[in-house]
């Protein structure tokens, strides 16, 4: 091999071996470039006996989750693609161990942070809950709340210096009564399903966090007024030690 071929072959080995790297580093950068996908649980009014602990099985493996009582669940990791979500009593170990009948719900792959809303459900012999799924991620903001009205009546508020009216059954995202941290008024009056007026429900001071997302539900309560309440879903950004 003559000095002009074997430059010729050296630099050919060099495009090769360029190739070869970036096509090996592609499966990286995809799993770099996912997004990741994180829920928190919350079960409203959870009645006595219901289960304080169960297994979240999201198709691969079982997560010991709490069901908190009126508050949000520890913050869980999930996987990114679409994901039909399980809870059980005990551990999932295999499609064999799978409990025909227990409380399901589907999560496609665009959302990448939800709520999972529990409510009671007699009726499910696997675990006596239903679980519904709600987007959390790129529509809700810091210091705004997301309003669920699982009522049949409307709903009239006025949170600080904003106005709000959420229809029977509907989601309303509502924008920071205050543009800082602080007591703002909250007042709220709903439409019975006979009449044209609005009656009270309630007039209380509430506390403000700018940083926090909020969730807001407005429920029956068994007697003539609904009941209405919110969270706070205030997370810390973890902070990253120098190494030593």
Known sequence: MN???????????????????????????????????????????????????VQLFDGKQSHKVTLSSMNFSEVIKLPGEDLVLAMTPNPVLGPADFPVGAPTVKIPERITDFYLIVVSDPTNKILPIRMQAVDAGMDLKPGQTLWINLTTHTIAGKLGNENLEIQPGARVIGNAPLAAN??????????PERGDGYLPVMRKSWWFDA??????????????????????????????????
């Open 182 to 191: 602080g007591y703002y008024r909250a007042v709220f009056a709903y439409k």
């Open 3 to 53: 000095d002009r071929s074997y430059r010729s072959h050296k630099k050919n080995m060099k495009y090769l071996i360029a190739a070869i790297f970036a096509f090996s580093c592609f499966p990286c950068l995809a799993q770099n470039n996912q997004k990741e996908r994180t829920c928190r649980i919350i079960f409203l009014e959870r009645p006595h006996g219901a289960p304080e602990e």
């Open 211 to 244: 940083k926090s997302k909020n969730l807001g539900f407005i429920i029956n309560s068994g007697g003539r007024l609904p009941k209405i309440f919110t969270f706070r879903d205030h997370r810390v950004t973890e902070v990253r030690k120098k190494p030593e």
